[in-house]
């Protein structure tokens, strides 16, 4: 099985490449597939990954029509009963794409699993090579080999993150095969929701891959009814622990013991077995926030934990909470300490050390005031609840530069309500990528890259229908909206170069099944003014092609960036 190759213009390449100088060499520009610990060892010698290159996560929609038979009552399994189902009448589209995904207007759970790919790519932007994840349209890949898809169109799964001895990467997905309706929103076999209208029980899983293309996974009954986004593996210290962000709940309220624990922050143990061999139990949350510590009125339970971006920095877990109408959406750190922040907001300890056991928690209270706050907005960012907020952003991917420079993400919006499509996303001025200083007593917003992302401006992807899409009677051009993942490294020259993962509006029914793009800026280090940054752009790497979508973007394994070499 072969990957479809990503489109580069050489337009943006040759400019891309004037701005970045290549760490990686060209080697070998075909697909290969996955390797695991059960074969191939005799190929242990080749690496799969080459350090100082980058690893960006992409998704291929079979672009079937079969996987979706127009009139087929919606979510599968639902329960009339209930109410939840779509109308008698049936999904309106077939699989063909990009049209299957105007069924997300009918059925608000909709999501196909697609193939996931590892595509290795040098600084600059060249494609050295394609690492298949395992799924069961390989030949060999049965019901009892391991295994893992995403769903394509959830814009929010398959963040890269490097383990902490930097050996491996880390992403999340799930354990079924290839083009399965609606399995973002399905159950977990041991978190069950009955007022769920997705009839399916699906585990999510953490995979590790190493620098060989070796693959293991790890299965896992959170976040059911919705989907795990990102996992960074712990293996200091003789510990072999994985933290996830993600969501949980699809169902009425109050919710089930099992997804109030499989909400936000988990904590799970890295298993050995393969994944037929493999029982998780009750979920495991490490941390949780409530807006009660900030005065307001509580949320729905386990709605204040639906994070998004994760990355670990001097021993402290750092989370973006970005989407939903609940909790704040803003920049979070975990606390060990029990003393950073008595009123929800503060700065980490000094002597903080990363989290080794899950949150304790009463189970009387559980289901009805959810699991107790060990979280903190950090001091600065934003700290008015999303109900009363008068200006809300949607942070998504973080990257630490040193311990006085942090870089967010902003993915926009997500405006899809009317003609002023383009000019909303345009006029946005919290989307790109937001520069945050610390002066030793809080973090305040330096500046926020917008140029070259061309925010609002449509563009054509190759066998896109042009025109509108008759769903939603607006333009079937993606446009950019903002950043999603992000990565970065710190120059020898005093500056930092950002890569990052765009997010896009359009008129799909599911702006998540956009082609989007890979882009790259670099910044002054020390700069702290907007006007010093007024001359930095960001370049176009990569942009997904037909029914593609670029989700995560890491260094590879055992590249150390936390040198000056560069």
Avoid at 276 to 299: I, Y
Wanted: charged fraction near 15%; aromatic fraction near 10%.
């Amino acid at each position: 099985m072969t990957s479809k190759p990503l489109k580069t213009s050489r337009r943006s390449m040759v400019a891309a490449a004037t701005a970045l100088l290549s760490l990686g060499f060209i080697a070998g520009g075909l697909p290969s597939q996955a390797q695991d610990s059960h074969r191939d060892h005799d190929r242990d010698h080749d690496r799969q990954f080459l350090p100082g290159n980058l690893v960006v996560s992409r998704t291929v929609y079979d672009n079937n029509p079969n996987n979706v038979k127009v009139g087929t009552v919606l979510p599968p399994n639902c329960a009339p009963a209930t109410g939840a189902c779509g109308a008698s009448t049936g999904a309106p589209y077939n699989g063909s794409y990009p049209q299957v995904w105007n069924n997300d207007i009918y059925d608000a759970s909709f999501g196909i699993t697609a193939k996931i790919y590892l595509d290795q790519i040098t600084p600059s932007g060249w494609v050295i090579n394609s690492l298949e994840v395992p799924n069961n349209s390989q030949r060999g890949i049965t019901s009892k080999r391991d295994q893992l898809v995403t769903s394509f169109s959830s814009k929010s799964e398959l963040a890269l993150n490097l383990s902490t001895d930097r050996r491996y990467l880390t992403f999340m997905g799930y354990v079924s095969p290839i083009d399965t309706i609606d399995v973002s929103n399905s159950n977990t076999p041991g978190a069950v929701d009955t007022t769920n209208p997705v009839g399916e029980n699906t585990f999510r899983a953490v995979a590790r891959v190493d620098a060989y293309g070796r693959f293991h996974f790890t299965e896992t009954n959170a976040y059911s009814g919705n989907n795990g986004r990102a996992a960074v593996l712990y293996n200091n210290d003789g510990e072999n622990l994985i933290y996830t962000a993600g969501n949980a709940g699809n169902g009425a309220n109050p919710q089930p013991a099992g997804v109030v624990l499989g909400a936000g922050t988990q904590i799970i143990d890295a298993l050995k077995e393969p994944e037929t061999e493999q029982n998780p139990g009750t979920p495991t949350p490490v941390g949780s926030f409530s807006v009660t510590l900030l005065g307001a009125k509580a949320d729905k339970v386990g709605k204040d934990d639906n994070f998004r971006g994760l990355t670990i920095f001097n021993n402290v877990l750092y989370y973006t909470k970005g989407s939903g109408s609940n909790g704040v959406n803003t920049v979070y750190f975990l606390d060990t300490t029990g003393s950073a922040c008595p009123k929800g907001v503060g700065l980490p300890s000094s002597s903080a050390t990363l989290p080794t056991s899950p949150l304790t928690y009463d189970p009387s209270t559980l289901v009805t005031a959810g699991p107790p706050s060990n979280m903190c907005i950090l001091s600065g960012f934003p700290s008015t609840p999303n109900k009363s907020a008068t200006v809300t952003a949607f942070p998504f991917g973080i990257w630490f530069a040193d311990a006085n420079t942090l870089y967010v993400a902003d993915e926009g919006d997500g405006y899809t309500g009317g003609t002023d499509l383009y000019t909303h996303a345009a006029a946005q001025t919290t989307a790109g990528l937001q520069k945050w200083v610390f002066n030793g007593t809080t973090w305040t917003l330096a500046y926020t890259f917008q140029n070259g992302l061309d925010l609002g401006s449509a563009y054509q992807i190759q066998g896109y229908p042009t025109g509108n899409n008759p769903a939603t009677n607006l333009p079937w051009a993606p446009a950019t909206d903002g950043l999603r993942n992000i990565t970065g490294r710190v120059n020898h020259d005093g500056t930092v170069t950002i890569w990052g993962i765009t997010s896009t509006i359009s008129g799909n029914g599911d702006t998540g099944a956009d082609p989007n793009r890979l882009v790259v800026i670099t910044d002054k280090l020390k700069n702290t003014n907007a006007t010093g940054a007024a001359s930095e752009k960001f370049f176009t790497l990569r942009q997904a092609g037909f029914a593609e979508a670029l989700r995560g973007v890491s260094f590879t394994p055992d590249t150390d960036t936390t040198g000056r070499g560069w």
